[in-house]
């Protein structure tokens, strides 16, 4: 046995051959420090803590038709779920993404957005690459970035927009059917305009809100597309105000469409699509104009127009206060 010493270091002890048994051996008796320096283990570097939690904001778009809406399901594929399984392959993290609303299923978005927190410190870019490498086709992270950890897609939202497509050609392209509501029928546009300045302003929306079996557990949910900043009114509460609401008529090669476009301060369940599907009825004369104050004042979703199929609707945009999205290091 060879001892080993330099000024101000731990002694370290170095066993060439021993001619003692091993209940005899001095090495039994050393303590564990000794021990570890016999077998050459460094001890002078400590654990190094793990990296903090940073907030990530997603700007994603996505196809809806092939999923049972954003929220995950048992069993089911959703566009939460899909991004939530991209996570845990690229990073090896698997936060849930809250998404700034949900989405139903066939509902398609042009720049939803989604938050969540991780640990790995992985560039912008790299996630965003790494992320449409192993999502689905139809799902395209637009944009990552690194946000203020008070962050959150649906509570930090301060307003949103919504759009809808109507077909007016009578033969609708099978390449557009999943995308656009046909609608042949005779129609009124400037019904159409005037039955969308209706809906400006504050009011309570409860005839055009859903009335599914589910809608108190939605209520109930802090992940549903009640989709009310929640600095506003509470979850249950169906007073939104809406800042703009319009039709107009787009001309594509495929055909001509007339489309919706609303942006307000939340959106209920379905709100969107049974505005939709009110306004047709007006455009195509099944109700007069003079009946939409009686609607909304009814408080009653039987007093209003059918539900709009939600192949035809778009989560438009998400804006939020600047200060909510940017780093003070940017």
């Given at each position: ?89 690229v990073t090896g993290e698997s936060p849930l993404p809250q ?147 319009a039709w107009e008529e787009r001309r594509t090669e495929a ?43 009814a408080r009653s979703r039987s007093a209003a127009g059918p ?24």
């Amino acid at each position: 046995m060879q001892i080993l010493a330099a000024p101000g270091s731990l002694t370290v002890i170095a066993c060439r051959k021993l001619s003692i048994t091993h209940s005899h051996s001095p090495l039994r008796w050393l303590p564990l420090e000794s021990n570890l320096l016999s077998k050459g283990i460094p001890v002078t570097e400590l654990a190094q803590p793990a990296p903090e939690l940073q907030t990530w904001k997603l700007t994603l778009a996505y196809d809806g038709t092939d999923f049972s809406g954003w929220q995950v399901q048992p069993g089911e594929a959703t566009i939460q779920g899909e991004l939530q399984a991209a996570l845990r392959r690229v990073t090896g993290e698997s936060p849930l993404p809250q998404g700034s609303g949900r989405t139903d299923a066939g509902v398609h978005a042009l720049a939803q957005v989604a938050s969540f927190a991780l640990r790995a410190p992985i560039p912008a870019g790299n996630l965003q690459r790494a992320l449409n490498r192993t999502l689905p086709a139809s799902i395209r992270i637009l944009e990552a970035k690194t946000v203020p950890n008070a962050f959150h897609a649906r509570h930090s939202a301060v307003a949103k927009t919504y759009e809808y497509r109507v077909f007016r050609g009578e033969i609708c392209p099978p390449f557009l059917a999943r995308y656009v509501f046909a609608c042949p029928w005779p129609m009124d546009f400037e019904a159409l305009q005037k039955s969308a300045q209706f809906f400006v302003g504050e009011h309570d929306f409860l005839s055009f809100a859903a009335t599914d079996p589910d809608l108190a557990s939605r209520n109930g949910d802090a992940s549903t597309e009640l989709d009310q900043k929640m600095k506003g009114p509470p979850a249950t509460a169906p007073v939104r105000t809406i800042f703009s609401s319009a039709w107009e008529e787009r001309r594509t090669e495929a055909g001509d469409l007339l489309v919706y476009r609303v942006r307000g301060n939340g959106f209920l369940h379905h709100m969107v699509r049974n505005l939709v599907g009110t306004m047709l009825d007006v455009g195509r004369g099944h109700l007069e104009l003079s009946e939409i104050p009686a609607i909304i004042a009814a408080r009653s979703r039987s007093a209003a127009g059918p539900t709009a199929p939600a192949r035809g609707l778009f989560q438009h945009s998400v804006e939020y206060d600047e200060q909510e999205v940017v780093l003070e290091s940017e």
